[in-house]
């Protein structure tokens, strides 16, 4: 039940974009984002709930295409502070929530 | 308002001892949620509760691992008989209904000599 993240770490430089995949093998009701920095607890992002909605966060927006079975996370004009672990839950309708493996993300000046 | 309290911050156990892991939710939160960390890797599910009940433990090994969320108090994640490879972070959410965004604590650190 967990989902697919990709790529698992990117290096990126202050200005740059990102995106980052997230794909489940099951249908899915919502997707989660979240961020963790080294030695932190998991911050909650956002929600896309299905119906192939778009959702913004500052300049840290994603996507969900219910047909696929896949979100996106799109992070523009990266700053130092995007430094992180990113995580996509999925819930597939059992009322919990199935974390990926994660996407290890740097921003260098 | 206070958010979701994880004690204690760090656990020392030896091999064969018990090691009990307590959340407070954040006020007014039903929900509690359950994840494991190894270092470098995803949170690994193990277990929803709702007061008093048990929703979903599928993540949860069978055995030395069990978890509450009474009516009254914080939950409760007990790992008896203790392992080397029960090291990791122990992280607790909370959620107000189901399908909301978690809140995390800060995590519980289990280091088993």
């Known amino acids: 039940q967990q989902p697919v993240q990709s790529p698992q770490a990117v290096i990126l430089r202050e200005g740059e974009d990102a995106v980052i995949n997230c794909s489940s093998s099951k249908a899915l009701y919502s997707v989660h984002w979240y961020r963790q920095k080294h030695g932190e607890a998991p911050v909650f992002l956002m929600i896309l709930l299905k119906g192939g909605e778009q959702k913004g966060h500052e300049k840290i927006s994603a996507s969900f295409n219910e047909k696929k079975q896949q979100s996106s996370l799109y992070l523009t004009a990266s700053q130092l502070s995007y430094s992180g672990t990113y995580f996509c839950g999925t819930e597939s309708g059992a009322n919990n929530l199935f974390f990926g493996t994660g996407t290890r993300l740097t921003v260098i000046p | 308002n206070a958010g979701v309290m994880q004690n204690p911050r760090h656990l020392v156990r030896r091999r064969g001892q018990e090691a009990r892991l307590r959340c407070s939710p954040m006020k007014g939160h039903s929900h509690v949620y359950w994840y494991r960390q190894l270092p470098e890797e995803g949170l690994k599910f193990m277990v929803y509760?709702?007061?008093?009940?048990?929703?979903?433990e599928s993540g949860m090994p069978k055995e030395r691992f069990s978890a509450e969320f009474p009516k009254e108090g914080p939950s409760i994640l007990r790992i008896q008989q203790v392992v080397r490879g029960d090291s990791a972070a122990y992280f607790c959410a909370s959620s107000p209904d189901s399908r909301g965004k978690l809140f995390f604590g800060s995590g519980t650190q289990l280091s088993v000599l």
């Open positions: 509760l709702q007061k008093e009940n048990i929703i979903d």
